[in-house]
């Protein structure tokens, strides 16, 4: 007798067990190697965040500090925090309000409260983010329940964090390929480990801040702030701009907001609209806030102290501190 022949439906089913049995073991090595050895494959930027997640469980250990600086890689580009008795540096390349609010949150849970907090946000940066998912999130930053409070303040209309921000977490979280595999094959799986830890020492040795490599001498290339014709802050970044802000006031901290120089050429070609709406913004919480110390003010800087169109270089960094100690030596 012959055997029946099978259906199409049984033979995708087959394949489809067969696949199955395949990838499901990959994927658990995978999330495994993904969880497990992310100093051998993570790049500088994703060590950098990977380095503020881990200080902020107390798995590395820092100094509690009476000065934190909270910012984007500007200030940490612009300021040598060993020159500044009690500082510490949280700021992070890309970030904004939003994971800034966590990061001084999460660092008044598990150490002292500082007397005095800095933030410095970039313009560009109260607009939109690339940092928050590829960074943050990636990096465990952010808990379940801190995207849960993200999602209920989130607005349909505002799209700064894409239109699924908990989907997009989760993601993260079962470590999708996609968001890895870049830095795996740049650096070859396993060979990124030397490198990552000599960062995270110097990272320390720094107080929190980071090395920029590759700055010039002099650099009047025009930063990202002169593509905008008008500052259109974005909501849910305002909302972490006023936590923040709210936070200091709980726990009795001094709070100031302040603005990184832009090189010469790009503070010229900055938009008038941009700049008028922008130092309005800004203004509405300087008068709700008169407690606290907030500028308003966008500024320059000859292009020699620059090193990239955002970035100071050493010149720069070792002139802006000075002025920057004496400009609070009354606030701290």
Same mark, same amino acid.
């Given at each position: ?29 995978w ?28 798995e ?17 580009a612009?300021?040598? %925090? ?13 970030a ?14 598990q150490? $002292?409260?500082?007397?005095s ?15 928050f ?28 964090l ?5 989907i ?14 870049? +830095? ?27 090395? $920029? ?16 014709? $008008?500052?259109?802050?974005?909501e ?21 907001f %302040? ?14 609209? %941009? ?32 090193? +990239? ?11 802006f ?12």
């Open positions: 007798m012959f055997a029946p022949k099978k259906t199409n439906i049984e033979i995708v089913k087959k394949i489809v067990v067969k696949g199955l049995v395949l990838i499901i073991p990959l994927y658990i090595l999330f495994f190697y993904i969880e497990r050895f992310p100093m051998y494959y993570n790049s500088p930027n994703n060590t950098r965040w990977y380095f503020i997640s881990k200080t902020l469980k107390k590395i250990i820092i100094p509690k500090s009476e000065i934190l600086f909270l910012g984007d890689s500007r200030v940490n612009g300021i040598n %925090f060993n020159n500044i008795t009690g500082a510490y540096s949280f700021a992070a390349g890309g904004t309000c939003i994971e800034m609010y966590y990061i001084l949150k999460k660092y008044t849970e150490y $002292h409260p500082p007397k907090v800095y933030l410095s946000i970039s313009p560009r940066f109260f607009s939109e983010t690339y940092a998912y590829s960074y943050a999130v990636r990096n465990k930053l952010l808990s379940f329940s801190d995207m849960k409070e993200i999602s209920k303040i989130y607005e349909k209309n505002d799209t700064t894409r239109r699924t921000p908990l997009n977490f989760i993601l993260y979280r079962l470590n999708y390929p996609e968001y890895y595999q870049s +830095d795996v094959m740049k650096n070859y799986v396993f060979a990124a480990y030397s490198e990552n830890k000599k960062m995270i020492n110097e990272m320390i040795d720094l107080k929190g801040g980071r090395f $920029h490599t590759g700055l010039k001498d002099s650099c009047s290339d025009l930063n990202y702030e002169t593509k905008y014709m $008008h500052f259109i802050p974005s849910i970044i305002t909302v972490y701009f006023e936590k923040i802000i709210n936070l200091c006031s709980e726990k009795n901290i001094e709070f100031c %302040f603005s990184m120089p832009m090189n010469e050429s790009s503070y010229r070609k900055l938009n008038t609209n %941009f700049l008028n709406e922008y130092t309005n913004f800004i203004n509405e919480y300087k008068n709700n806030y008169p407690e606290f110390r907030i500028s308003d003010s966008l500024y320059s800087m000859p292009d020699v102290f620059f090193g +990239d169109d955002s970035h100071l270089n050493l010149r720069g960094k070792n002139y501190t000075n002025e920057f100690l004496k400009t609070f030596e009354n606030f701290r």
